[in-house]
């Protein structure tokens, strides 16, 4: 267990103080508190169910707390997604188990059903007495009615039918439970079948249950990395964002927690983004779990069908998130207005998208994974688009809310589309003019070189127009194979954005708004994931021992749980954005490979690296 920590009488937890739990449907986030703050079921983008943590009267919650609480602390049940809380009081200890309960024959690598359908929690006073109330709210209220296996309570804001069972006696939404020592109590909340048996059925077989099912999909992650304690926990937190049934992967659990306190960066992340889902299976890949790549490319392939080219996101369904909206309801994470549910950024342009599912397609087939005569019309398809698209002004990676412009990692990853179309249609001997795509990404490599250098600033930058601005996203063309981390273009672009975003410590801006307008002028905290890429970066350049001590740095910045948000404060190191962030996991486990490697004298994509020569 880690240190115990003063819980706070009122206010909101920071965001590190909270552990993910989920079914590859839906999840909720779990608070030092022993308060659910944030839950979202039966799918990660439905109506919150709680959301205290953005609104602590009116959001709901379902908590499960000593009265007099004073300290606690969490940890994780080791390699799967069962979170554990203690809990301390004057008087006693109360351990508090969570989980979403999963199918005991249940195969998470697998695009099948998973999960029951049900959150479990078990709180067992493993020292002196306590009394432990357990309260349901959720947001708008509910109608709450004896059932004949325990409680119904109907909850018209969200359209859920809840079944609430205990292995005590309950006495509604509200109840408390004088423990001793040795003493425990179950709760089991479903929204979709209800129990069908008078009978108890035992928390403790149902959570043993879902921790082997855990288990036997976490023994397939290879560690042998820098930090493996961190690398395990970041691929179970990818899988956690896994929509297991679809293929699809969530960026974030949350909605509108804020990328600066007070400021108005607040976005739903409960979507599916190409690129974020993209760079997932890259990583998980690397450490042993091929088989997401394929699912995640069948979803994004089927998605994009649909209206016949790729969005920059969808729904876990393939379709385009609802319209964005702002929630006057709630006053924010800490007072951080507005909440909005929907992304307005599902109807931008974002050329990279193109490169993300090529790039996904070249790592399946090089991984043995078929290619059929259908799957390589449609890629295709999409590289025919990318032939011109780069030409064009989109939004870039980071979504600005201003006019397109001519993005340079928009256009690298338009590259990419072309590189590996023509490198798959070699290997494989597949129809297509090879060798007009190979030709052309060529030449676009040449005109980012070329084009995207600000010879003033010294460095690549983000348009390729004259007179661009420093962009951290740029540090992610050698890990897209397009230019090598020793390019001496790459090595001056390294040091100018290690130089000019520094937000200390090891910490990057992505950009800086003054120099790189995106319409919303206002500041924003370190983005996590660009610092990963310099890791990557100075291993690349051969500078090993200061990869490896920037990663240690910025493991450092995990939560005890060994999670992270989007951004990091860099003032008190306090995390901000949604959370955990699947981006930032992602740099992680890529980083913690490419210092392996590196360490081993190795090249960091050596199962890939046959397909490139």
Known sequence: ?????????????????????????????????????????????????????????????????????????????????????????????????????????????????????????????????????????????????????????????????????????????RSTFHLVEGEQVGLALRWEQPWDTGRWESADGRIDDTIRTWRRWSAYVVDDTPRADLVRRSAITLKLLDHIEKGAIIAAPTSSLPECIGGGRNWDYRYAWIRDAAYSVFALRRIGLPMEAGGFLDWALSASRGDGFPRVMYDVDGRPPPAEVIDEELEGYRGSAPVRWGNAAAEQTQHDVYGEILDCAFQWAALGGTVSASLWQRLTDLVERARTAWQT???????????????????????????????????????????????EARHLTDRIIRDAWNERVQSLTEHLAPGGALDASLLSLPLRRVLPADHPRMVATTRAISERLSAGDGLLYRYLPRESPDGLNEPEGAFLLCSFWLVDNLAGQGRVDEASDLFERLCSYASPLGLFAEQIDPGDRSFLGNFPQGLSHVGLISSAVVLARAQRGVRPELSTHAWFR
Do not use: N
């Open 1 to 173: 267990m880690s240190t115990w920590w003063p819980v706070p009488r009122e206010g909101y937890l920071p965001i590190k103080d909270h552990g993910l739990i989920g079914d590859g449907r839906g999840g909720a986030l779990v608070g030092r508190d022993g308060a659910i703050s944030f839950m979202c079921v039966p799918r990660f983008d439905a109506p919150p169910l709680f959301c205290s943590l953005l609104d602590r009267h009116r959001g709901g919650s379902f908590s499960l707390a000593p009265d007099g609480l004073r300290h606690s602390r969490q940890r994780y049940v080791e390699d799967t997604g069962v979170l554990v809380t203690e809990l301390r009081t004057d008087t006693g200890v109360v351990q508090v188990t969570d989980a979403f309960g999963l199918d005991p024959d249940a195969r998470l690598e697998v695009d099948a059903r998973a999960g029951r359908g049900e959150l479990l929690r078990r709180a067992c006073v493993t020292h002196g007495s306590v009394d432990l109330t357990a309260v349901i709210e959720p947001r708008g209220g509910a109608h709450v009615e004896r059932a004949a296996h325990g409680w119904r309570l109907l909850c018209p804001r969200q359209q859920l039918k809840l079944h609430l069972r205990s292995s005590r006696p309950l006495t509604g939404a």
């Open 393 to 439: 002004p989109d939004h870039g990676i980071w979504e600005v809310r201003t006019p397109g412009r001519p993005f340079t990692y928009s256009a690298a990853m338009c590259q990419v589309a072309l590189d590996r179309a023509a490198r798959l249609a070699r290997r494989l001997d597949l129809p297509g003019d090879a060798d007009t795509w190979d030709t």
